[in-house]
């Protein structure tokens, strides 16, 4: 890499540390193409992305932001994962995590808040901004069913009393 391809990667790094919810560092040697290839396609469909990173500049680009917490996870091969959801990155890396013995989850930031392993692990618990949308949604929409229900109850019984009135009087 030149001069200006490492600046460029610390710049673009430095907005990664600056703009994702949450990014997870892991350590990923012996890990193959494929298998890479496959987290990836996994990260990407959860909206999430993997980067591989020099650990040299990504120190250079953890300065001024609120990331810099986890300077002391960059060593060794390191990959980082990261999302605007808070949850993704980490539900993605922690499933994988448990299929390849290779790919080790070491910490991450969230924010502020430096997460340790057990902190990645409790957060990928977390259910997505997506699935609490959906719950959220869900609650409020029962409740207006209901009440619709309760309302076109007492029609429904008034209109079979006038029916059964009107059939009486036609007999």
Request: positive net charge; proline residues 4%; charged residues 20%.
């Amino acid at each position: 890499m030149d001069r200006a391809q490492k600046q460029e990667m610390i710049t673009e790094l430095n907005g990664v540390f600056n703009d994702a919810a949450v990014v997870v560092v892991s350590h990923y040697s012996g890990m193959s193409v494929s298998e890479m290839s496959t987290l990836r396609q996994r990260m990407g469909s959860a909206n999430a992305k993997v980067k591989v990173i020099k650990n040299r500049l990504a120190k250079r680009a953890l300065e001024g932001t609120p990331s810099i917490g986890i300077l002391d996870l960059l060593t060794g091969p390191t990959v980082i994962a990261y999302s605007a959801d808070p949850v993704a990155a980490a539900k993605v890396a922690m499933e994988y995590a448990k299929e390849n013995d290779k790919f080790i989850i070491r910490g991450g930031t969230m924010g502020l808040t430096v997460l340790d392993k057990q902190g990645v692990e409790n957060l990928a618990r977390l259910p997505s901004l997506d699935e609490l949308r959906a719950k959220l949604v869900g609650m409020i929409s029962t409740p207006a069913t209901r009440i619709a229900g309760v309302l076109a109850a007492p029609a429904g019984q008034l209109a079979r009393v006038l029916k059964a009135h009107a059939d009486k009087n036609a007999a």
